[in-house]
């Protein structure tokens, strides 16, 4: 499985982004796809993430601003970012989880500085 992000970039705060990130190789039935961020010097988290079904859920520093979409025909996941802060600023990676299995793109850098 390979995920190919892209969409990453420097913003204003209160400006918006859109992240995209689609998939290819043996994608399975069933999984999930999302986003984790990294800021420098800070542990990986959960952004936001969406089983192939739907049902969406997000981090609580980003409900309300972020949203997480899918297009299951291309086996691609979007994030939309709107009204960011600076501490929204990290490196972005897009995951997909299936049959106990974890794979990640390469990551895309967010900036969000004045």
Same mark, same amino acid.
């Given at each position: 499985?390979? $995920?190919?992000?892209?969409?990453?970039?420097? !913003?204003?705060?209160?400006?918006? $982004?859109?992240?995209?990130?689609?998939?290819?190789?043996?994608?399975?039935?069933?999984?999930?796809?999302? #986003?984790?961020?990294?800021?420098?010097?800070?542990?990986?988290? $959960?952004?936001?993430?969406?089983?192939?079904?739907?049902?969406?859920?997000?981090?609580?520093?980003?409900?309300?601003?972020?949203?997480?979409?899918?297009?299951?025909?291309?086996?691609? !996941?979007?994030?939309?970012?709107?009204?960011?802060?600076?501490?929204?600023?990290?490196?972005?990676?897009? #995951?997909?989880?299936?049959?106990?299995?974890?794979? #990640?793109?390469?990551?895309?850098?967010?900036?969000?500085?004045?």
């Amino acid at each position: 499985v390979q $995920l190919q992000a892209s969409g990453g970039g420097l !913003v204003q705060p209160g400006g918006s $982004l859109r992240l995209s990130c689609e998939a290819s190789g043996s994608i399975y039935s069933g999984n999930v796809m999302g #986003w984790h961020r990294q800021a420098p010097g800070e542990q990986r988290e $959960l952004v936001g993430r969406m089983f192939r079904s739907g049902n969406p859920n997000y981090a609580d520093s980003v409900k309300g601003r972020f949203t997480i979409s899918r297009d299951n025909a291309k086996n691609a !996941v979007y994030l939309q970012m709107n009204s960011l802060k600076p501490e929204d600023t990290a490196v972005y990676y897009c #995951w997909l989880g299936q049959r106990g299995s974890d794979f #990640w793109g390469q990551g895309t850098q967010v900036t969000v500085s004045s």
